[in-house]
């Protein structure tokens, strides 16, 4: 899929707290309540976050990852969190891929990749288990 390739070409900028002027993502960011509740207003399911901070191969410091069960809802969930982070965080993507297709659509906001998956995508790429090293954090309802 596009989506891995992206990633695994693709390398982390320096650390936030290297930067002057640049806070580091924590658990609690704006950004990534944002997303969540973006995700969760368009019924989304089975949200998981993944803090990367401290694997040093990761392309971002969190991934956020979801289901929905229908490509109609998956434009819906990327096309709301598009929207939301844009008008409560001023922030567009650096990329995204796959809303032609709305089995797996990447939002990637920098140290912030999304991940909406069709249930059958996800199962298959197993995202969860590759970054297995990662803390891992349920937003269900």
């Known amino acids: 899929m ?14 936030a707290d290297s930067r002057p002027g640049v806070k580091r993502l ?3 960011s704006k ?11 368009k019924k989304g399911a089975h949200i998981v976050s993944l803090d990367l901070r401290k694997i040093n191969e990761a392309v971002a410091d969190f991934f956020i990852i979801c289901e929905a069960g229908s490509q109609p809802q ?7 969190i598009q ?13 995204h891929e796959g809303s032609h ?3 797996w659509v990447l939002i990637d906001y920098v140290n912030v990749v ?18 297995s090293d990662a803390t891992s954090l349920e937003h269900d309802e």
């Open 114 to 131: 999304v991940h909406v998956m069709h249930p059958e995508s996800r199962k298959f790429y197993r995202l969860e288990e590759m970054w």
């Open 74 to 80: 998956i434009r819906a969930i990327a096309d709301n």
């Open 2 to 15: 596009e989506q891995l390739a992206l990633l695994t070409n693709r390398t982390k900028t320096a650390p």
């Open 26 to 28: 924590t658990k609690n």
């Open 31 to 41: 950004i990534i309540k944002t997303i969540i509740a973006a995700i969760q207003e």
């Open 83 to 95: 929207h939301q982070v844009a008008e409560k965080c001023e922030e567009k993507p650096y990329h």
């Open 101 to 103: 297709t709305a089995q």
